[in-house]
């Protein structure tokens, strides 16, 4: 599925699990695509998510408020959680269903939103961007 990914989108997949050692986390969730989607200002996503007025500082914040900080520095491989599979796996539907053969930030986003449930989307609600909006803006950008 990988090699359908822009480089945006791998990128954003490689700094989410950066970015889930920095907050001593041991696994990969939502919240890491999260943040990890608005570190690139320039991005399909993070350009949707800013006409929300949701900021990477905004972000952060409330994940550190939602789930907190680890205790320690995980080392080693770190794994991506069910619910940030199943994103990752609606990200390629998001795709598929907008007719274009390559997974972008965009679709990452849209697989947030439509997986609903997890940190991410929690995130999201809390800072005003529900998922029709995303979507809506998403569309837009």
Known sequence: MFERFTTEARRTVVRS???ARELRHDRIG???LLLALLEDAE???SRALARLSVTRDK???EVE???GRGEK????HIPFTPRAK????LALRE?????VNYIGTEHILLGLVREGEGAAAKVLHVLGASPDDVRRHVEAV
């Not at 199943?86 to 796996?89: A, D, Q, R, T, W």
């Open 17 to 19: 699990r950066d970015l």
């Open 30 to 32: 939502t919240e890491h």
């Open 43 to 45: 991005s399909p996503a």
């Open 59 to 61: 972000a952060r914040a």
């Open 65 to 67: 408020r939602l789930v």
């Open 73 to 76: 520095v995980p080392t080693g």
């Open 86 to 89: 199943k994103v990752l796996e």
């Open 95 to 99: 795709a598929l269903r907008l007719k």
